[in-house]
Structure formats: structure tokens, C-alpha cells
């Protein structure tokens, strides 16, 4: 399960490469990245006791990404996947892969979703596509951030509103029938008031047997300079995905004999409408007052409605679920800087109404394991959600270079559940409905402490606790089975520590840390005799790792990017699993990204990239390991003078089968097969 030779390799070069930035004169700008997230307000990188990855608005263009893993595979630390329904995806951030509410999912600092209404999809209900920035703060969240910001906190953001007018159409094209139209631009259309849009339309055949989809994404700010001291930012974000669902492919034989086939679901094509479907809108506006010289006061108020369907292919009578939400949410937030202390005071409030219902098309009886289950409404029920947090974080400095910081945040959040149908079993199915009486409610106080030292003006060292927790979904607590109908849950409760690098030269931007995360009250997954998955609390889970990055400006013609990552996650004490390692857990993950402008060319850029991932177990009882794979991509951007620009890519270059996840359970190993080659061209005009 190891591959010692690659981590040898890896810190090899990482040595080299910093021998080689002390070498290297400090002339030229200093490579130094702005980030957002931690404090939602501008900081420089070295400046930020946290491992927070960055990726540009040059790099996303290069990616041109159709899929939200094509955003996130350069940053240290972050794999996301795709599932059987291509918009579908799978996150892990210092954690295995997984769809639990282990991450905060953000666009321009706002959750897109609530957290007592997790959905592992919530990279979907942000406009990726079209994001100017994307930032993933890596491990337990500041003060700012509640229940899910666990083992990470990802921010898409927006385009800013452009200085000079501008405005654009991008039409790209593509393997399988893909095809994308997008309209962008904006101006200062007053000297106090600027607009930006971005909207595009997208659809694909699929590469593979039902996989095609659509997605349409709106993005629309506007920016409006009040006073000197007064400013309003509003954005409205939309956008609506329609996907067919595939299955998984069973055995290696079938993956690498037809990895086309729509898989284990076929059967069943004609029994059900098999999409997933997220519609997603929200209206943001941020007051910023600067209520003195040292004081910033901002305030931000926002509706989001969000709708998630899709039929549930991992049950084999394929019920339909229908989810709804409609929230109201307000974020209060104080910047105070007094010298040596630096205060940070905030509350965040959010209200929630959201349904639910699950619903049975047809008669279903099992040929195997497993319980009938009837044509007919499973589960309907509506939920109320409430949470309130207020929160604090001070900063001292202790010396000119030495800062120690601490913070506090206590949330406060509750359920009111009401069932729309009979308590209790479903006709003689496994299902369970929760009775009316069963509200519960969570507290938590979360603190938080960091230390730093600044051994340069653009490098530092520090040292970081945070304590985080995340709270059981709605889901969890009331779409039941006859095994859980007893149980209650309690929020998982996680401790992350962390010491960490970073530094920035002329030539180099390098990070690096090493963290270790203990989960206490792990939510577990089990199974019983009938296939039916059940969830209680278990004990505790270990995750721990190596995150390095690397950024290089080897020359005016060669840049690199370097992403690596080595983790290990392991139970403790668990029932059933004791202290094993946890399944779809690479130990070794890698980014490498080798950029090349020629001199004789300098409108032309060429990226050669190549993605690893290692080694891992396909069940927690360490059955049977998937051996991972490497793959490569190139990417190309040519923008001569003019308003004109072209662009391609070639993703999978080698054209290789391979899983992009796999698992084992009941005798079966299932294999999500990733695309093959692809090629990918497209053309931009600009007006201005």
C-alpha cells in the first residue's frame, strides 16, 4: 500500500527546489499569493497562520474547467471525483473520499448551503465554470466557520467587476457532443457604480452510456460606491444541471473491457426516469461601512433556494428523492485593528424551510438479499432549521515578527420536524419514518489558537489548533431504516492540529504543512443483513499527512506547479472496523504542472500536466485495494494581438481506462470508470 519510491522523489525535489530559492536573487516581484477566506478580508498568504491553496483566474482560464474536479486537481491536499452522474462529485480534503459534511462549501464567502441540509453535490450549486478564483482553506475552519467546516472550507469566487469596459462571447466544442456558449463582461457604468455578468450554457451526449447533461450557469454583480465610507456589493448567482445517472461497472474485467457501459443499472433503464437534477439561486448583498479609521463593519444579507432530485442507484428498488430548500440568512462581522491587537467579532444567523420526499414507482421485490418495498410515498416530511453563531478572534503581536491569535465561536442550531405520513414502518419494507417528537437540538463551542512567527517579510512558520465539529443532517436524523429508528445521533467533534511553512521569492512561492486530526463520535456507515445502510455513532477516526506546494517561475519561458500530498486515515476502536485504515484513501497524491511560453511565440501558452493517485482499500475490511493510476493532460492557450483567443485542451493523453473511485462490498467490487481521451477546442472574442 506504499510507494515510498514516488514520496522520495517528491521531497527530493521539494529540497532541491528550495535550495535552488535561496540561490536565486530576490529581483523581480515576489510570487505572493492575496487570499480571502480566512478572515473575508484581503491577506496576503504568508501573512495567514492556515494552509489555504489558491488557484488564479490565469490557471482556471488554461483549465477551462467542464467538470468541478478539473477546478480543484492542482491544489495540495484536494481530489475531488465525479460520480455516475458526471455533475455528481466527491470530495476529499485531508479526509478519504467520501459524501459526508466534512466541508464548507462557499461561493464569494456565502455557504450555498445550509448545514443541517448537507449535499457531499454542493460544489454544483456554485458557478465553477465561470469563477474568477478558488481558494480551499485546508483543515478545521477560523472562527468564522461552524459545523462542516471540518477538514475543509472551499470558496469559488466571483469576477471582480473590470476596470475598463469589456465584454465577451467564448464558444468552445468538444468529444461527445460537447458544446458551451458563454457571455461575459462589465463596466464602471458611473463613477460610482460598476456591473459584471458571466452566463453560459452547456450540454454533452456523454462519453459514456447514459451520461449526458446540460447545466446553465448565471452570474450577475453589481457594485456601488455610496460614500467614502459606505459601499454595496449584490450578486445574484443561478444556475440549473440536468444529468442522466449511470451505475458501476463490476470487476476489473468489465472496466477495462467496456468501460463505456452504463453498468449495473441497466436492468432497470426502463423502470424509472434515472437524472439528477440541482437547481440553485441566491441574492447577496454586502453592506461594508468603515465606521471609523480603525473600525470596518460589514454586513451581509442573503435568500438561496435550492433543489435537489435524483434517483437513489444505490438502492437497488431506485426509490426518487426530491429535496427543497429555502433559506434566509444574515452574516455580521467586525473589523477592529487597535495597533498590536486586531480584533475579528461577528454573528451568523440563518433560517431554514426545507422538504423532503421519497417515493416508490414501482412495485419492487428483491431477487437476492434486501427487503420488498411497495409503489408509494416512503418518506414525506418537512424540516425547519435554525442555527446562531456568534463568534471572535483576536490577534496580539506579540513582538514585530511574532503574533499569537485565538478565537471562539459558539453555534447553536435545531431541527422541527413534521411528518406528513403514518409513523413508523413503511408497508413491510426496512424503511422507517420518525415520529413528530423527535427535534433535537445542538450546542457546541469551538476554540481555536495559532501561533506565528515571521521569519521574513514574506516568510513564515506557524503552528495552528483548531477544534470544529459538524452536526447529523436531516437526512441522517430522520430518513431511517428499522435498524436506526431507536438511535440518536450526536455531532461528530474533531481537534486538528498543524505546523506549517510558507515562503515567497521572485522565483518561488512555496507552502507546506504537516497536520494531524483526531474525529471523535465518528458517523458510520453500516449495513445490515439485507444490504439496508444504517448510520450511529462510532468512536474516532485518526487522519493525518504531508501537504506540499510548489509554485516556480524556473525561467521567462518555464513555470511549474508542484501538488503533493501524503495522508493516512485510520480508525480507533471501532466495532467493527478496530484501527484500520479507512477505505478510498490514497496515501500518496500528486499534481504536476510544467507551463511553457516561447520566446519566439509569447502569446502561446502550453501546460503538460500530470495527475497521480495512489494505492488504496475498497472497503474498510481491507478486502481487496484498487492499485490508483497516473494520467496525463496537455492544455493550450494562444492569444495573439487583438480581441481574438484560442484555446484546447486534451484531457486522458495516454488514453487510458482507469477508475476514477472504487469500493467493494457484498462480493462486488464497483468501478466508476473516467473518461477516456478527450479533446476539447474553443475561441473567444473580446469587445471593448
Given at each position: 500500500?506504499?510507494?515510498?519510491s ?9 529540497y532541491g ?12 516581484s515576489v ?6 477566506t480566512?478572515?473575508?478580508?484581503e491577506?496576503?498568504?504568508?501573512d ?5 491553496g489558491?488557484?488564479d483566474?490565469d ?10 474536479r ?7 491536499g ?23 459534511a ?7 464567502g ?6 443541517g ?10 458557478n ?5 478564483t ?6 478545521t ?12 472550507t472551499?470558496n ?8 475598463k469596459?469589456?465584454y465577451?462571447?467564448?464558444?468552445e ?7 458551451r ?16 455578468v458571466d ?5 454533452s451526449d ?8 446540460t ?6 454583480k453589481?457594485?456601488y460606491?455610496?460614500?467614502d465610507?459606505?459601499e454595496l ?9 440536468v444529468a ?10 468489465q ?5 463505456t457501459?452504463?453498468?449495473d ?5 426502463s423502470?424509472?426516469d434515472?437524472?439528477r437534477?440541482?437547481?440553485f ?7 461594508r ?6 473600525t470596518?463593519i460589514?454586513?451581509?444579507g ?7 432530485r435524483?434517483?437513489t ?11 427543497k430548500?429555502?433559506?434566509?440568512g444574515?452574516?455580521?462581522?467586525a473589523?477592529?485593528d487597535k495597533?498590536d ?6 454573528l451568523?444567523?440563518?433560517y ?8 416508490q414507482?414501482f ?6 438479499w434486501?427487503?420488498?418495498?411497495a409503489?408509494?410515498?416512503i418518506y ?6 435554525y ?9 496580539h503581536d506579540i513582538t514585530?515578527?511574532?503574533q499569537l ?5 459558539y ?7 413534521t ?13 422507517s ?6 427535534d ?15 521569519l521574513?517579510?514574506n516568510e513564515?512558520i506557524?503552528v ?6 459538524r ?20 455531532p ?6 498543524e505546523?506549517?511553512?510558507?515562503i ?14 483526531t ?14 445502510r ?5 468512536d474516532?477516526s485518526?487522519h493525518?499527512g ?28 471501532d ?22 511560453t516561447p ?13 497521480h493517485?495512489?494505492e ?5 475490511s481491507?478486502?481487496?485495494?484498487y492499485?490508483g493510476y497516473?494520467?496525463?493532460?496537455l492544455?493550450l492557450?494562444?492569444k495573439p494581438?487583438?480581441?481574438l483567443?484560442?484555446?484546447?485542451k ?7 481506462i ?13 468501478y ?11 475561441l473567444?472574442?473580446?469587445?471593448k
Amino acid at each position: 500500500m506504499k510507494r515510498t519510491s514516488i514520496s522520495l522523489a517528491i521531497l527530493t525535489a521539494i529540497y532541491g527546489h528550495t535550495a535552488f530559492a535561496e540561490s536565486m536573487g530576490e529581483s523581480g516581484s515576489v510570487m505572493n499569493t492575496v487570499t480571502v477566506t480566512a478572515t473575508r478580508v484581503e491577506q496576503i498568504n504568508t501573512d495567514v497562520a492556515a494552509n489555504i491553496g489558491v488557484k488564479d483566474q490565469d490557471e482556471i482560464e488554461l483549465d477551462a474547467p467542464i467538470l468541478q474536479r478539473e477546478l480543484f486537481s492542482s491544489i495540495a491536499g484536494v481530489r475531488v471525483t465525479q460520480t455516475g452522474s458526471t455533475i455528481g462529485h466527491k470530495t476529499s480534503i485531508r479526509m478519504p473520499e467520501n459524501t459526508a459534511a466534512y466541508y464548507l462549501f462557499l461561493q464569494d464567502g456565502i455557504p450555498v448551503q445550509s448545514p443541517g441540509f448537507f449535499n457531499h453535490n454542493g460544489l454544483a450549486y456554485t458557478n465553477y465554470s465561470s469563477s474568477g478564483t478558488t481558494e480551499v482553506l485546508k483543515g478545521t475552519g477560523t472562527a468564522l466557520y461552524g459545523s462542516d467546516s471540518v477538514a475543509g472550507t472551499i470558496n469559488v469566487l466571483s469576477k471582480d467587476v473590470p476596470e475598463k469596459e469589456v465584454y465577451s462571447v467564448k464558444v468552445e466544442a468538444g468529444s461527445d457532443g460537447f458544446k458551451r456558449l458563454t457571455a461575459s463582461g462589465g463596466s464602471q457604468i458611473q463613477p460610482d457604480t460598476g456591473v459584471a455578468v458571466d452566463a453560459s450554457h452547456a450540454d454533452s451526449d456523454g462519453w459514456r452510456d447514459h451520461t449526458a447533461h446540460t447545466r446553465d450557469e448565471l452570474t450577475f454583480k453589481h457594485v456601488y460606491d455610496v460614500d467614502d465610507r459606505n459601499e454595496l456589493n449584490t450578486t445574484f448567482s443561478f444556475n440549473k444541471s440536468v444529468a442522466e445517472m449511470a451505475g458501476s461497472l463490476i470487476g476489473l474485467a468489465q472496466l477495462n473491457s467496456n468501460p463505456t457501459y452504463v453498468g449495473d443499472v441497466e436492468s432497470s433503464l426502463s423502470l424509472v426516469d434515472m437524472k439528477r437534477k440541482f437547481d440553485f439561486l441566491r441574492l447577496g448583498t454586502e453592506w461594508r461601512h468603515d465606521y471609523s479609521d480603525d473600525t470596518q463593519i460589514s454586513t451581509i444579507g442573503y435568500l438561496r433556494n435550492t433543489r435537489n432530485r435524483y434517483t437513489t442507484t444505490w438502492e437497488n428498488n431506485l426509490p426518487q428523492n426530491d429535496s427543497k430548500e429555502k433559506s434566509l440568512g444574515i452574516m455580521l462581522k467586525a473589523d477592529i485593528d487597535k495597533g498590536d491587537f486586531r480584533y475579528i467579532t461577528g454573528l451568523d444567523v440563518e433560517y431554514t424551510q426545507a422538504s423532503k420526499e421519497y417515493v416508490q414507482l414501482f412495485n419492487y421485490t428483491p431477487s437476492g438479499w434486501g427487503s420488498s418495498v411497495a409503489a408509494g410515498s416512503i418518506y414525506d416530511y418537512d424540516v425547519d432549521f435554525y442555527s446562531i453563531a456568534p463568534y471572535a478572534r483576536v490577534e496580539h503581536d506579540i513582538t514585530r515578527k511574532l503574533q499569537l491569535a485565538g478565537g471562539l465561536r459558539y453555534d447553536a442550531s435545531g431541527f422541527d420536524y413534521t411528518n406528513n405520513l403514518a409513523d413508523g414502518q413503511y408497508a413491510a419494507s426496512s424503511y422507517s419514518r420518525a415520529a413528530d417528537n423527535n427535534d433535537p437540538d445542538f450546542r457546541h463551542l469551538s476554540p481555536k489558537l495559532d501561533l506565528s512567527y515571521k521569519l521574513d517579510e514574506n516568510e513564515l512558520i506557524y503552528v495552528r489548533y483548531a477544534n470544529g465539529f459538524r452536526i447529523p443532517s436531516a437526512s441522517r436524523l430522520y430518513s431511517l431504516t428499522t435498524d436506526n429508528i431507536a438511535f440518536t445521533l450526536d455531532p461528530e467533534k474533531t481537534d486538528s492540529y498543524e505546523v506549517g511553512y510558507k515562503i515567497a521569492t521572485a522565483q518561488h512561492e512555496i507552502g507546506g504543512s504537516i497536520y494531524h486530526m483526531t474525529i471523535k463520535d465518528t458517523i458510520v456507515r453500516r449495513e445490515n443483513g439485507n444490504g439496508d445502510r444504517y448510520y450511529v455513532n462510532g468512536d474516532s477516526s485518526v487522519h493525518k499527512g504531508v501537504e506540499l506546494s510548489l509554485l516556480s517561475r524556473i525561467s521567462e519561458q518555464f513555470k511549474s506547479k508542484l501538488a503533493y500530498s501524503y495522508s493516512k486515515h485510520h480508525y480507533k476502536n471501532d466495532t467493527s472496523y478496530g484501527d484500520n485504515e479507512q477505505a478510498a484513501a490514497p496515501n500518496h497524491t500528486m499534481n504536476l504542472r510544467l507551463t511553457y511560453t516561447p520566446k519566439q511565440l509569447n502569446k502561446l501558452t502550453a501546460m503538460l500536466e500530470w495527475e497521480h493517485v495512489g494505492e488504496y482499500w475498497m472497503d474498510d475490511s481491507h478486502t481487496v485495494s484498487y492499485e490508483g493510476y497516473d494520467v496525463g493532460h496537455l492544455k493550450l492557450s494562444y492569444k495573439p494581438e487583438g480581441d481574438l483567443s484560442l484555446f484546447a485542451k486534451i484531457n486522458n493523453l495516454t488514453d487510458k481506462i482507469y477508475a476514477e473511485s472504487a469500493s467493494y462490498s457484498y462480493g462486488k467490487e464497483k468501478y466508476t470508470p473516467a473518461a477516456p481521451r478527450q479533446l476539447f477546442v474553443g475561441l473567444e472574442y473580446k469587445f471593448k
